[in-house]
Every structure is written in structure tokens, then in C-alpha cells.
């Protein structure tokens, strides 16, 4: 038997759909917290299109733009050890998972992260992102 999940106004999905893209979702944060780039790969798919939406020092918008490769080697260099261990949480609002897609946002120390997730044969993978710097405070 197959629950179901939903949010007002975007539909429905299998209970174990959101299960697994939680569990993306868990293997992108914590392989990026943990300095575990294996599980940073198994988050994410071979075409990632990352890309950070920030501000200079004179307000002017920046983009930065990671790849699968970058976020694989930028979480085993530890870049996400940066954030004190105290700091390593995130909270994933799963928005809609429809047929093989499916979008969340995750707000977390120190970034937002807003994900897009497509099913593989070997399960959910993230294919876009686009993240800012979580406001202080």
C-alpha cells in the first residue's frame, strides 16, 4: 500500500518518492557538511547546473556557477566544514514531485538552496540549484 502526500494546490505523490528525494536531498547537505564527496556524487547528476545568485562589495549581482565536478571535489577538499558543527542543519520543503521531476527548497546554514530533482535509473538525482547566502539573524 502506497500513501500519499499533499500540499494544497500542487497535487499528489507517493509517499516513497518524497522519501527518496529527502534522501537526496540528505546525501547533497550531508556529503557537503561531512566532507564526503562520494556521497555528494550519488546527489547529484552528471549534468548539475549549479549556480549562485550573489553581491559584491559594491552591491552589484555576481553568478556563480559549480559544476558536478566542482561539488564533488569542493565537498572532499571540505568546504562545507567551514560552517561550525553546531551550524550543520537544513530544512527541506519538498514542493511538488510530479512524475519524474520534482522541486524543493532547502534553507540551511549557510546557504538557500532552490533544487530541481529528476528521477534516474539510479534514482533521484539533482540536475539544477540555485542558491543564495542564508540572511544572518
Not at 37 to 44: N, P, S
Not at 55 to 74: I, K, S
Amino acid at each position: 500500500m502506497t500513501t500519499e502526500v499533499m500540499i494544497p494546490g500542487t497535487g499528489t505523490w507517493a509517499a516513497d518518492d518524497d522519501a527518496a528525494v529527502r534522501a537526496t536531498i540528505d546525501d547533497y547537505y550531508l556529503g557537503w557538511y561531512d566532507a564526503d564527496g562520494q556521497r555528494m556524487a550519488r546527489a547529484l547528476h552528471p549534468d548539475l547546473a549549479k549556480r549562485g545568485w550573489l553581491r559584491d562589495a559594491n552591491g552589484g549581482p555576481v553568478l556563480d556557477r559549480d559544476t558536478f565536478r566542482t561539488m564533488v571535489d569542493n565537498a572532499t577538499a571540505g568546504q562545507g566544514r567551514r560552517t561550525e558543527a553546531a551550524d550543520r542543519r537544513y530544512h527541506v520543503g519538498l514542493v511538488e514531485i510530479y512524475g519524474d521531476i520534482a522541486t524543493a527548497a532547502v534553507h540551511a546554514v549557510p546557504y538557500v538552496d532552490y533544487v530541481h530533482l529528476v528521477r534516474t535509473a539510479d534514482g533521484w538525482r539533482i540536475l539544477n540549484a540555485l542558491w543564495c547566502p542564508a540572511k544572518a539573524g
